[in-house]
């Protein structure tokens, strides 16, 4: 790839609870992504990207700092210390202090840094990380309409829906940056997460999926026995129907208001030169297996791919795939590697990082020979190695150990280690996930170690604190 005479701009999409499988371009019939489908087909899509945990704090945490969970703290989806009115206590926490940010690292290279819409690491007040502009969402998630969002350090409720309030502030920072830097906009949508009832969300989004869409592209299946109260479920046909159809006009109603940016940039004539990047921080059960949620909806906590494998696209200009498919494995803990090598900042890169450069890949090019054969995932004590045709799941305190085939099984029907067998493959697995994993931990922050139920983290883990995870879950099956 030669390299850039002129910094580009960069336009990063983050979605909020959105599967790999959600989108048109990636083979759903029914889901309507026009403005995703055409990022696409102008850049390439990743069909075997993966969140580094299914939970969204962690996952961002992941994002933005190139580290693993079992390095940064971040194990459990962020419950206090975002703003003032989330707790009886006020507190405020920045739960990636003294963790560098790849958006630090940008601001320093003359970048103007900004986001709009979801951060939910902690002390959403302030600016803070690298950014110049900031306008995001008070918490991790709500209502579609008066959501809780900070505005100049103070938390109002936002009466519009909430995609386009993100959106609005997205094209504000547009009109107003500095035009002789390059910038990076971060653009975190808190779609398609739940509510997904009728009344929350535009009824020309809902009411065509509601009245029209059978949801064939989506498993109608028993309830899985591990699933907890995390995630609104589909328990009668009719609800069934009412989520799904919440779900997916959330995503048109955003995929509208990406072609909103992408117009914009096209209009100022500056979407040649920005590269634009669009993922989720994790997948998204909407049936699948029988669950509603990712990782979290179930306890023990699950790997299931519908869970961990993200959607993945990536454009700019003529200079990446240009409608390909790459099927290669991609983490998240690569993506700030290859995006600072991108940028032509690869030697302000940290080291020790787990992840690599992966630029070959989005240049269209293959794996080279000394590449990364497995992506690793972590939720609390729940580890994860994967393959192209393996993964192996191993849960040090709560549940069993689970083996799929993915070549013969790829809908992860059949574990090999059911019931109480053994099998070769999983202790070659076993023995590279837990060298992986040791390589990587803080022995302090180490998730093994940690009781993680899903249900939210309390406090900073470098801090003392005797109450670090909330427990109170309960079983929506039997067989828990």
Known sequence: MPPNTKKPNVLFILADDMGAWAMACAGNSEVRTPNLDRIAARGMRMENAFCVSPVCSPARASLLTGMIPSQHGVHDWICRGNSPSESSDGAIIDYLDSRETYTEILARNGYECALSGKWHLGNAVELHSGHHYWRVHARGGGPYYNAPMIREGAEIHEPAYVTNVITEHALEFLAVRDTQKPFYLGVHYTAPHSPWEREEHPPEFFDPYFNDCAFDSVPDLPMHPWQINTATFGSTPEKRRELLSGYYA???????????????????????????????????????????????????????????????????????????????????????????????????????????????????????????????????????????????????????????????????????????????????????????????????????????????????????????????????????
């Open 250 to 480: 959330a995503i048109t109603a955003m995929d509208s208001d990406v072609g909103r940016i992408l117009d914009r940039l096209e209009q100022q004539q500056l979407l040649e030169n920005t590269l634009i990047v669009f993922t989720s921080d994790n997948g998204m059960n909407m049936g699948h297996h029988g669950i509603y949620g990712k990782g979290n909806g179930t306890y023990p906590q699950n790997m299931y791919d519908s869970s961990v494998k993200v959607p993945f696209l990536v454009a700019h200009g003529d200079r990446i795939g240009q409608g390909r498919a790459q099927a290669a494995l991609f983490s998240h803990y690569d993506f700030m590697p290859t995006l600072l090598d991108y940028l032509g900042l690869e030697s302000d890169t940290p080291a020790d990082l787990p992840g690599r450069s992966r630029l070959n890949l989005w240049s269209g090019g293959t794996e080279v020979q000394d590449a990364p054969l497995f992506v690793f995932d972590e939720y609390g004590a729940v580890q994860m190695i994967r393959t192209s045709s393996w993964k192996y799941v191993h849960r040090y305190q709560k549940g069993p150990n689970e083996l799929y085939d993915l070549c013969q099984d790829p809908d992860e029907t059949s574990n090999l280690l059911e019931p109480a067998a053994s099998h070769p493959m999983a202790e070659e697995l076993r023995v590279q996930m837990q060298a992986w994993f040791e390589n990587y931990a803080d022995e302090a922050l180490d998730g093994r170690k940690l009781k993680v139920y899903g249900r939210g983290q309390r406090e900073d883990l470098r801090l003392s604190a005797d109450d670090w995870f909330k427990s109170d879950y309960v079983y929506l099956s039997k067989g828990s």
